[in-house]
């Protein structure tokens, strides 16, 4: 099994600023991996797929990079509405997700 | 507009059997893989099952290999979980999702809301 780890597992960010969340793969997932943003009572929207691509309807502050086993989802200026969990989801071999970040207001 | 709605959840003891369904609209249904995802607390997210388009392929987690089967009706834009065997593991929210196949595997590009789902004496 791929197991998908995300740091940190809580990240405080005022509204404005950069956030930058973290997924590694135990290993190389080449560009298979996909983004996606839960908020309370919601289900999950995907937010990127290929690494890098982001999906039907979403801003361009998010963005996503990485190959392999290293992987960064950032959104340039955080909103409001941007403050949720986090989760990376791999689809190499199987299907596995990481444990989730959760994007505090600060 | 794509909508997912699932339905069958509920609570049932150790050993029960459940049936999840989910209506699908808003797409041209039988082109799409169809997937099950579940959320628990302590788990987090876990994929569950795949179905192809035409129902031909199925792939399963191993932890549900043999106790839960996956189908579809693709006249009626319906997707089927059928849960045997059930155990105390089981107890999550079951979120039917639409799969975009991008191989080697597919990813979810939409979820419906979810469905409960308590195994319990």
């Known amino acids: 099994e791929i197991v998908m780890t995300q740091s940190p597992a809580t990240l405080s960010v005022s509204p404005g600023e950069r956030a930058t969340l973290s997924c590694r793969a135990s290993q190389s997932v080449s560009s298979n991996l996909a983004w996606y943003q839960q908020k309370p009572g919601q289900a999950p929207r995907l937010l990127i797929y290929g690494a890098s691509t982001r999906a039907t309807g979403i801003p361009a502050r998010f963005s996503g990079s990485g190959s392999g086993t290293e992987f960064t989802l950032t959104i340039s200026s955080l909103q409001s509405e941007d403050f949720a969990v986090y989760y990376c989801q791999q689809y190499h071999y199987w299907y596995t997700f990481g444990q989730g970040t959760k994007l505090e207001m600060k | 507009e794509v909508q997912l709605v699932e339905s069958g959840g509920g609570l049932v003891p150790p050993g029960g059997s459940l049936r999840l369904s989910c209506e699908a609209s808003?797409?041209?249904?039988?082109?799409?893989?169809m997937s099950w995802v579940r959320q628990t607390p302590g788990k987090g997210l876990e994929w569950v099952a795949n179905i192809q388009g035409d129902g031909s392929v199925k792939t399963y987690v191993d932890s549900v290999k043999g106790r839960f089967t996956l189908s579809r009706d693709n006249a009626k834009n319906s997707l089927f979980l059928q849960m045997n065997s059930l155990r105390a593991e089981d107890t999550a929210v079951y979120y039917c999702a639409r799969g975009w196949k991008v191989p080697p595997g597919v990813y979810f590009d939409y979820w419906g809301q979810g469905t409960l789902v308590t195994v319990s004496s």
């Open positions: 808003g797409f041209t249904f039988n082109d799409f893989w």
